[in-house]
């Protein structure tokens, strides 16, 4: 099926389930853009399973996860995109208006939508440097170590394919300066070592 071939409503299924997926799994730590073909290939290397979790027929041509790696078909990437970068911005514009508005503190499923939506747009382009603004607002805004954690993890993921993104490299420079009086800078700054160690062997 050629990218063109996709509807609106098709792209936006995929960018559900791609949504579904990564958060089922947020140990995700590896992302690869893999051509269809070669979606039989990991599935016998996964001993005839294409996931540990419950992918349906369909899914298991666009997308492929075995532990905490994630495949996507590059024959859905630029539909994936499109309904990605649409869904983000709009849940963007909505949240900045619900800001806007007296008396409103935000909304928390406008805050996760955007979160959601930001992180599957930053999988698909690394250097989309709204959607990188939009989290640094609203993890800011929110003050949780776990936010803070997570975006952690998200540029780890992002720095798995692309290491060369001054952005996804720029965001961890901020998370850490952020959370530098934490107790937990300590285990931060090992987990760099080793992050900038496997990302060197590469």
């Given at each position: 099926m050629s990218e063109n071939a996709?509807?609106?409503v098709k792209a936006l299924d995929l960018l559900n389930e791609l949504e579904r997926i990564l958060e089922s799994d947020p140990l995700i730590d590896e992302v690869g853009f893999v051509h269809p073909s070669q979606f039989s290939t990991l599935k016998?290397?996964?001993?005839?399973?294409?996931?540990?979790?419950?992918?349906?027929?369909?899914?298991?041509?666009?997308?492929?996860?075995?532990?905490?790696?994630?495949?996507i078909s590059t024959q859905v990437l630029l539909p994936l995109y499109r309904a990605a970068k649409h869904a983000f911005m709009a849940a963007l514009r909505e949240y900045k208006t619900s800001e806007n508005l007296p008396g409103n503190s935000g909304d928390d499923s406008l805050e996760s939508e955007v979160m959601s939506h930001s992180k599957a747009l930053l999988m698909l382009s690394c250097d989309f440097g709204t959607a990188w603004n939009s989290r640094k607002f609203i993890v800011l805004k929110k003050q949780l170590l776990p936010m803070f954690i997570d975006e952690l993890l998200l540029s780890a993921l992002i720095l798995s394919y692309a290491p060369k993104s001054e952005r996804?490299?720029?965001?961890?420079?901020?998370?850490?300066?952020?959370?530098?009086?934490?107790?937990?800078?300590?285990?931060?700054i090992e987990g760099e070592s080793e992050l900038v160690e496997k990302i060197a062997e590469v």
């Open positions: 996709y509807s609106d016998e290397a996964a001993g005839g399973s294409t996931s540990s979790q419950d992918i349906s027929e369909h899914e298991n041509t666009n997308f492929w996860i075995q532990d905490h790696k994630l495949g996804a490299w720029s965001h961890r420079r901020w998370v850490i300066h952020t959370i530098s009086g934490n107790s937990i800078l300590q285990q931060i």
